[in-house]
């Protein structure tokens, strides 16, 4: 399948700055490069990546910068079946990661990525804020909120 930055932009689903954010084609090799250069479980669980995604369990967004055509972020949205969690009732926000399973990713990616959550996530009921941790013990809804918070000067510690 395609990799190019003009396939990656015909599944966009939001644009913002120079990132856009695309639902991951249900393609092995696809899946499988993403995880290679992200540098995380999609590189070497992407058969079980892709077959939740055919079943409509889990979907999965890439954050991507248009300029140089590089995955920067990665988000699983649970439809019925969290990763690490069981059943969910609504589309729930299980993972937000950047390279290396970096939580909160970066901040240069939260104000975009925020921004996707609120005008695209929204739109979709998605849960941003649950009780669902991950693989390390974290909700990545709520480090990431918080690290935006703390950015923008909501939050003093």
Not at 13 to 28: G, K, Q, R, T
Not at 42 to 55: I, S, T, V, W
Not at 72 to 87: F, N, P, Q, R
């Amino acid at each position: 399948m395609n990799n190019t930055i003009e396939f990656k932009k015909s599944l966009a689903v939001y644009c913002v700055d120079n990132y856009i954010f695309y639902e991951l084609p249900h393609d092995e090799n696809f899946i499988k490069n993403e995880g290679i250069a992200m540098n995380h479980c999609l590189a070497y669980d992407y058969c079980n990546y892709c077959r939740r995604m055919k079943n409509k369990e889990i979907a999965v967004y890439s954050m991507t910068n248009v300029l140089s055509n590089t995955p920067v972020v990665d988000i699983e949205v649970a439809l019925t079946k969290s990763s690490y969690g069981g059943t969910v009732d609504s589309p729930t926000v299980s993972q937000i990661r950047g390279v290396a399973n970096e939580c909160p990713p970066k901040d240069e990616y939260l104000i975009p990525l925020m921004k996707f959550f609120k005008e695209y996530g929204d739109k979709h009921n998605w849960q941003l804020i649950h009780k669902i941790k991950n693989f390390d013990s974290q909700i990545d809804g709520i480090l990431t909120t918080e690290r935006y918070n703390l950015l923008l000067g909501l939050i003093r510690v």
